[in-house]
């Protein structure tokens, strides 16, 4: 496809890609939009000009504070929505064309929460990840659990304190020990961190007691995000057991604010790592359901260069986001729309892969290099967390833009 617009060949947002998200300008208005090279096609006036009009549906699920309602429409009006916009955008006599004015520059717009998520979970699907885990506080030789290999280990997290990227992070504070023989202290976090994840919103609800096939998953998934799950690993260490995270992660998650559909990464499908031994029928599943997203994440201290830590890629998952949405709901959990479920960490098989602080310094003792000097064990006051993620097959780019937020000293 060739559009009209002109688009850097390295941008995130091709022709290709199309992702949605919440804007406002200097009005404070927000409304849907579309990322297109480096700007945004308000929807609101995009309609006006009649656009959708062989699309049935209300005007006002654009000018909205979330993309909620128009998720809700469904996959038929959504996936006609943007091929309406993609038509539009490679046609040399578009209306668009004649109407600059809908188009606004990324660079002047406030980008906001794109979804007001009701729930969230946050699984723990790639082997690499939980390996290294296993292998750092429990037993190399035997370093996953039980459960691990035979179903998508996952937690219901904090909603409320999912942040949109551009937000800052303060240091969390909680019960932390430092002397296995003494009582725990109270203080701020020195172990802050973050967790390179990819999530999917939710497009289509459930009933209560419904459940959701490996088969037909992908009809209840709208897109994908960034993700960085937050993390305090002293407060953690404490508090897991026996019921798992609790202040470690409540105190923020950041999410990119543009949600990259389905239907974009559909031409970066491939197959996913082998699973032994064969998971229960519910979780079985046929065709590539694993995606080739190359991910990467950076830190930059205050008024320094960025140094890229880890380059990872989601496609070493080992559990997908179909079975993750199934073993979600085989007891009958309803789903909502705008629901958001994490991937959880991200790492590969090299120690640059890695998709987070405690895997890269294993647990602190081998310190990471900054570019203009320094290391880092864990997360810094004013350290910005930056995490970009994109995919590329041939001439098509497909990118989510970045989840960027930078962690503020504790109040």
Known sequence: MQSWIKIDQHSDFSIYNLPFGVFSESDHIKRIGVAIGDQVLDLYAAFELGIFKDVDFDVKVLESDSLNDFIALGKSTTVKVRELIQAELCTANSVLKSHPSVFIKQSSVQMHLPVKVGDYTDFYSSIEHATNIGTMFRDPDNALLPNWKHLPVGYHGRASSIIVSGENVYRPKGQVVLDPNAPPSFQASTRVDFELEMGFIIGKSTKLGDSVSTETAEEYIFGKILFNDWSARDIQKWEYVPLGPFLAKSFASSMSPWVVTLEALEPFKISGPTQQPAVLPYLSFEGSKNYDIQ?????????????????????????????????????????????????????????????????????????????????????????????????????????????????????
Request: glycine share 10%.
């Open 295 to 411: 991910l990467e994440v950076s830190i930059q201290p205050k008024n320094c260069q960025e140094t890229v830590v880890s380059q990872s890629n989601f496609k070493y998952m080992y559990w997908n986001m179909n079975q993750q949405l199934a073993h979600h709901t085989v007891n009958g959990c309803n789903l909502n729309v705008g629901d958001l479920m994490a991937s959880g960490t991200i790492s590969g098989k090299r120690s640059d892969s890695y998709g987070s602080m405690l895997e890269l310094s294993w647990a602190g003792s081998k310190p990471v290099e900054l570019t203009e000097g320094g290391t880092r064990k864990f997360i810094e006051d004013n350290d910005t967390v930056i995490m970009r993620g994109h995919c590329q097959k041939g001439a098509i780019r497909v990118g989510f833009g970045a989840v960027k937020s930078t962690l503020l000293k504790a109040k």
